[in-house]
Nanobody, 128 residues
Framework: QVQLVESGGGSVQAGGSLRLSCAAS?????????MAWFRQAPGKEREGVAV???????SYADSVKGRFTISKDIAKNTLYLTMNSLEPEDTAMYFC?????????????????????WGQGTQVTVSS
């Protein structure tokens, strides 16, 4: 059974930085796959933030372009989200997700329904 475990969340002031990690256990992904970061603020829908495929091709939501970077370390089976210039609007629970099969770009990669495996989330709070 594949498991995703996020870490690295916390409280920072606006303008600060955080790096989130998502450790994958129970499998090593071969072939094509997608991994992504989502976030959900209280009372709001889950929002896709960034996506990376097996070839390290990435895509970002407009709201985080130029500030967030998604990356992965295959040797460590770990996905990362480096967040710079954080804003209070970035406050949310952040989740990592995986779709361990198929062409990453064949569907709505920033839609939560596209992913089949989820972590439990890590909280990010940005104060002004």
């Amino acid at each position: 059974q594949v498991q995703l475990v996020e870490s690295g969340g916390g409280s920072v002031q606006a303008g600060g930085s955080l790096r989130l990690s998502c450790a994958a256990s129970g499998t090593t992904y071969g072939g094509s796959y997608c991994m992504a970061w989502f976030r959900q603020a209280p009372g709001k829908e889950r929002e896709g933030v960034a996506v990376i495929d097996s070839d390290d091709i990435t895509s970002y939501a407009d709201s985080v372009k130029g500030r967030f970077t998604i990356s992965k370390d295959i040797a460590k089976n770990t996905l990362y989200l480096t967040m710079n210039s954080l804003e209070p609007e970035d406050t949310a629970m952040y989740f990592c997700a995986a779709r361990p099969y198929g062409d990453c770009w064949s569907g709505p990669v920033l839609s939560s329904g596209f992913y089949t495996i989820w972590g439990q989330g890590t909280q990010v709070t940005v104060s002004s």
